[in-house]
Every structure is written in C-alpha cells, then in structure tokens.
C-alpha cells in the first residue's frame, strides 16, 4: 500500500509541475506588485539595493560611447551631434520619491525658508510641514518628489553619501542621455515608436485636478529602458549637474563631460543646471498652430504632441519665492561604480 501511495504521489508531482516556485533563471528579472503598487525586483543580475533598505534601487549601466545630441533637433541647443565616451556607474530605477526626500528634509533639517510648497492652484501640495514636521500627504509617498531647486536635489545627494559612505550625486548631462538613449540612439528610453503613448508615459494626467496626486513611480513599465530604468521622459523633469551652456556641445570633450565649470551668466536666466526628460519641451516655433498645440496638451485636450525626445534639454533655476515653485523639478540618484556589489 504505501508502495502505490509512493507511486500516486510521484505523478502528481509531475502533472502539477514544478513545486518550488521560487527557483527562477537568474537571467529572467522577476517583477512584483508590492502593496503600494511599485514594480519590485526580486532576481536580477543588474539591479542592487546599493545604499539599503528604502532608499531606491539602482541599475548598473557599463560604459561605453554613443552619440549625444542630435542635428536635426528642434532646438540650437541640441547640437552638434558628437560622440561621447562614459565610464561605468549605477543610475536609480525610479526618480527620487517623496517619502525618500522627506526623510531627508526632516533628518537634514531643511526648513520652509528652503524648501518651497508651491502655490498653485490647479496642483495642491505632496509635501507640507506642520510643527516643525515634514510629512507626504495622504497616498503620495510613493509619487515622484517635487525637490523645487536643483540646490536641495544636489543636497539630498550629498545627504545619502554621508548616510551611506557611497559616493552619491546628479547624473551629469551625457549619462543622463545615455541611459535614456542606449548605445543605439533611441530617441524614447523603449525605443523610436511614439504611439500607444498612454501605455508608456504618464503624460498630462491629474494636473487638470486640483489634486498633488501624480503617480507611484514605475507605474509605465513599457516606457522603461531595456535595462529597467523607469520614467525617464513623460514626468518630473529631471535635474542633472550641468550648468546649463546652449553652445556646450561644440567644445565638449569626448570622455565624461561635465559641462562647464562655471555658470553661464544670460540676460534669459541665471543660475541654471540641466534638466532633462519631462512633460514637454517648448521647441522653437513662433507660429499660433503650434503654440496652440503644446498648450492644449497641458489642458489634456491633445495627445502629447511635444514629449520630449532622449537628446531634448531643458534648464531650471532656483525659485525665489513659493509663487515661483517648481512643482515638476525630480530628481535622479547617480551612485559612483567605484566596485561591483
């Protein structure tokens, strides 16, 4: 009896297939759905928790070259084209989100004096203070953080390298552009197809409500990069080191540029770094048609007419009052790859 009981037992082993379920090729990332709806990777080969728990997770990109900027682009600034060659470095998956950035205000003591809440109408605030308290407001904490100055974005980097004793900062311009654009040039981090947007990019959705509610952060992953990294274009606009310079690109060097080393003073703006990504670019154009465009997209009449491509730039200075908030400025860790983990 206990020889049949054997036998029985052995077939539905095999009908059933494998029992352990936790066994995968090291080779296939596994993605979850935690409880607060983030995408989490639990096996893969180029994914680490570089500075622990709760502080992001951060893709390794190898170095190589590519070609930065692009000729036909729609603006001045995003040419020439010219080949750039980068060293290795870890990049975070996801922009930094508001309950990361708040653990920094808090711990780093950054008062309202520094941090602005904006004041907007149409886009009630994901972070406030009360009694001295930073917090996120209700069902925000996974949202991509607002750092309104890319002198609190740089200074929450430097918050984690002391926190972690890893070398932390802003991705400079180049690998911004080389994360988003892989070696091949892509114009979007999936690719060069720019339809079925809504599936890849949050776009325009919820600024039209009175709501801080943008999104959990990995939300699209079919606008990742093949390596994993998400939210590159169709978000937060992202703050790199670069002082911004539109004529950099003719005198840039061609290994790890930095941009320049001081800023560009200009009659147009002051005091600017880089940004990169984001809802839209305001391209060069005068006529009505396609200022009607890009501005109807902001209302969510129009498909994103004017998503920004991996090469477009942007700039962004340090606001000087709350009116004056950036309330799109993200920003992105950069972890030197001084070791492999």
């Known amino acids: 009896m206990a020889y049949f009981s054997s036998i029985v037992f052995i077939i539905l082993c095999i009908c059933a297939g ?10 296939e990332p596994l993605l979850r759905e935690s409880a607060n709806g983030i995408p989490t990777t639990t096996t ?8 622990g728990p709760g502080l992001g997770q951060f893709v390794y990109i190898s170095g190589g070259e590519f070609r930065m900027g692009s000729d036909g682009g729609y603006s001045v600034d995003e040419r020439p084209e010219h080949v750039v060659e980068l060293s290795p ?8 989100t508001n309950l990361q950035f708040v653990r920094f205000l808090n711990e780093a003591r950054i008062s309202s004096e520094q941090y602005f809440v ?11 203070q009360a009694n001295g308290t930073w917090t996120c407001s209700e069902d925000c904490e996974n949202d991509a953080a607002a750092c309104q100055s890319w002198i609190l974005a740089e200074q929450y980097c430097d918050w984690l390298s002391a926190k972690t004793a890893r070398t932390c900062r802003l ?8 994360v988003c654009r892989g070696r091949q040039g892509r114009m979007y981090p999936w690719g060069n197809d720019a339809t079925e947007l809504d599936r890849r990019v949050w776009g325009w959705r919820g600024w039209k409500q009175n709501s ?7 939300r699209f992953s079919e606008g990742a990069t093949p390596e994993g990294v998400c939210d590159l274009i169709g978000y937060m606009d992202e703050v790199c080191s670069d002082w911004y310079d539109p004529e950099y690109y003719a005198k840039s060097p061609r290994k790890n540029p930095l941009g320049p080393r001081e800023q560009i003073k200009s009659k147009s703006y002051t005091n600017a770094k880089i940004t990169r990504g984001g809802l839209e670019r305001h391209y060069v154009s005068r006529s009505f048609a396609a200022r009607f465009l890009r501005d109807s997209q902001f209302f969510g009449v129009l498909p994103n007419t004017y998503l920004p491509r991996g090469w477009s730039r942007g700039k962004a200075s340090p606001p000087n009052d709350h009116r004056l908030a950036y309330g799109r400025l993200g920003s992105r860790v950069v972890v030197e790859a001084a070791r492999m983990p």
């Open 18 to 27: 494998p029992c352990d379920t936790e066994h995968h090729d090291a080779a």
């Open 44 to 51: 893969d080969s180029h994914m680490y928790e570089l500075l």
């Open 89 to 96: 470095f870890y990049i975070a998956r996801f922009p930094t």
């Open 118 to 128: 904006p004041d907007a109408p149409f886009l009630a605030p994901a972070i406030v």
């Open 171 to 178: 991705p400079t311009e180049a690998e911004w552009e080389y």
């Open 212 to 218: 801080p509610k943008l999104m959990p952060v990995g």
